[in-house]
Every structure is written in C-alpha cells, then in structure tokens.
C-alpha cells in the first residue's frame, strides 16, 4: 500500500513563496510519475505539475514559470515550490502518485492520493 502525506499549505500574501513535500511511503517511489493537483471551492481537481519518473516536468499553463516540482528518491519525497503566488492559487493542494512506469496523464493516471494541504494566498 501506497500512502502520501503533503506538508507546507499555509496563509501567505500575494507574491510569497511556499515549498509543499509529500512523503510517500513503500519502495517503489523512484519507478513512479508524482503529480500535484489543487481543488478550490466550487470547482473540479485541477492539474498544477508533474514529474515523471523518468524525471521528465509537466505544468499547467498558470503555474508555468512560477512553480516547480522536484523529487528526492532517496528521501521518498516530492516538492511543489511555488513562487510569486497569486490569490487564484488558492486551494486545497494534493499529492499524487501513479502505478509504476506511468505516464504524466489526467487524475485517472493516478492511483493514490494525499489527503490535501490547503495553501490560502491573501491579496
């Protein structure tokens, strides 16, 4: 079993930094994609990025150039540094992680599921 544990949400103002890390556990982290998703009152679960496993980035045309996604395999962990934050990035931000040798894809590529940070951007 596969379980993911997000940390670093908080209150920030508009144009702060946050780096979110989520610890996965079991021994196969390195063999799988890892993607961040955010969520937002009233709306679907959004794609924000992706790495695959072979260490290939994907990223939503609105955290483009502002955010990045990086993993540690020997920590089991992946990170989500978000920069220059905007009042829209609020939401609930959850980790992801999909089977292994996995291509980046819609929410259906994913497999297991963190339980949310949530990250709040006051303007």
């Known amino acids: ?9 908080g209150l920030v103002q508009a144009g702060d930094s946050l780096r ?8 196969t982290f390195s063999s799988r994609t890892m ?30 150039g502002r955010f990045t996604i990086s993993r540690e395999n020997a920590k ?3 990170y989500l540094q978000m920069n ?20 980046p894809g819609p929410r259906s590529a994913y497999d297991y599921w963190g339980q949310g940070t949530q990250v709040t951007v006051s303007s």
Do not use: H, I
């Open 20 to 27: 979110l890390s989520c610890a996965v556990s079991g021994r």
């Open 35 to 64: 993607g961040w998703f955010r969520q937002s009152p009233g709306k679907d679960r959004e794609f924000v990025a992706a790495m695959s496993w072979s260490r290939n980035t994907y990223y939503a045309d609105s955290v483009k």
């Open 1 to 9: 079993q596969v379980q993911l544990v997000e940390s670093g949400g």
């Open 84 to 103: 220059g934050l905007k009042p829209e990035d609020t939401a609930v931000y959850y980790c992801a992680a999909s089977r292994e040798f996995q291509s």
């Open 76 to 78: 089991n962990t992946v």
